[in-house]
């Protein structure tokens, strides 16, 4: 069974930083697809960012897309987020997720790409 941790949220100004994880175990992760989606309050959860652990490929949303890297650290079996010049529109629950097998490049993006899920973790951005 595979398990999803995320940590790292908190509380920042807006135009800060901060950096999430998710410490995933229960196998090995070749050949995995890891991606950090979030949701904001009263709003559907959104893909963020995603990468593949195998090649490294990365994918990214157009609205984090130059603020926010995906990066994996193979023998932590972890995946990071970090998160440069946030916005209050960045506020959200962050949801680390995984699934196994190759994908096209189409194959990131939505929620039905991955199997598992981890609990969350609140970020919040303050004007």
């Known amino acids: 069974q595979v398990q999803l941790i995320e940590s790292g949220g908190g509380l920042v100004q807006a135009g800060g930083s901060l950096t999430l994880s998710c410490a995933a175990s229960?196998?090995?992760?070749?050949?995995?697809?890891l991606a950090w989606f979030r949701q904001a309050p009263e709003k559907e959860r959104e893909f963020a960012a995603a990468?593949?652990?195998?090649?490294?490929?990365?994918y990214y949303a157009d609205s984090v897309k130059g603020r926010f890297t995906i990066s994996r650290d193979n023998a932590k079996n972890t995946v990071y987020l970090q998160m440069n010049s946030l916005k209050p529109e960045d506020t959200a629950v962050y949801f680390c997720?995984?699934?196994?097998?190759?994908?096209?490049?189409?194959?990131?993006?939505?929620?039905?790409?991955?199997?598992?899920w981890g609990q969350g973790t609140q970020v919040t951005v303050s004007s």
């Open positions: 229960g196998r090995t992760f070749d050949n995995y697809a």
């Open positions: 990468i593949n652990w195998n090649d490294d490929s990365t």
């Open positions: 997720a995984a699934d196994w097998g190759p994908r096209n490049s189409a194959s990131y993006y939505h929620e039905y790409d991955y199997t598992y």
